[in-house]
Nanobody, 124 residues
Framework: QVQLVESGGGLVQAGGSLRLSCAAS????????MGWHRQAPGKQRELVAH???????NYADSVKGRFTISRDNAKNTVYLQMNSLKPEDTAVYYC??????????????????WGQGTLVIVFA
C-alpha cells in the first residue's frame, strides 16, 4: 500500500523553527514530485512548497526565504525546514506526492497521494 506519513509538527514560539518530514512507503520506485500544503482554520488549503524529481522548486510568496523544501531519495523522504515561524503559519501541514511504485515487473504511477497531516502551532 502506497502511503505518505508526515511527522515533525508541534508547538513553537514565533521566530522558532521546525522541520517536517514526509516519508513515502509501499515499494516506492521514485518520488516524481512532492508538495507541502497547509490548511489553517477557516481557510482553504494552500500550496506552500513543491519539488520535482528534476530539481525544480517553488514556494508560496508567504514563505519564501523562510521555508526550504528538500528531499532524500535514499530514504524516500521529503522535508520542509521552517524557520522564522510566524503565528500565521499555524495550520495542519499535508504532503502530497506524485509517486511511482511497484515491482520491477509491475510498476504504476500514483499521481495524487496525500498524507494524514501534521499540526503546526506557532504562538506569539
Amino acid at each position: 500500500q502506497v502511503q505518505l506519513v508526515e511527522s515533525g509538527g508541534g508547538l513553537v514560539q514565533a521566530g522558532g523553527s521546525l522541520r517536517l518530514s514526509c516519508a513515502a512507503s509501499g515499494s516506492i520506485f521514485s518520488i516524481n514530485a512532492m508538495g507541502w500544503h497547509r490548511q489553517a482554520p477557516g481557510k482553504q488549503r494552500e500550496l506552500v512548497a513543491h519539488i520535482t524529481n528534476g530539481g525544480s522548486i517553488n514556494y508560496a510568496d508567504s514563505v519564501k526565504g523562510r521555508f526550504t523544501i528538500s528531499r532524500d531519495n535514499a530514504k524516500n523522504t521529503v522535508y520542509l525546514q521552517m524557520n522564522s515561524l510566524k503565528p500565521e503559519d499555524t495550520a495542519v501541514y499535508y504532503c502530497n506526492g506524485d509517486l511511482t511504485a511497484g515491482s520491477v515487473v509491475v510498476r504504476r504511477r500514483y499521481p495524487e497521494v496525500w498524507g494524514q497531516g501534521t499540526l503546526v502551532i506557532v504562538f506569539a
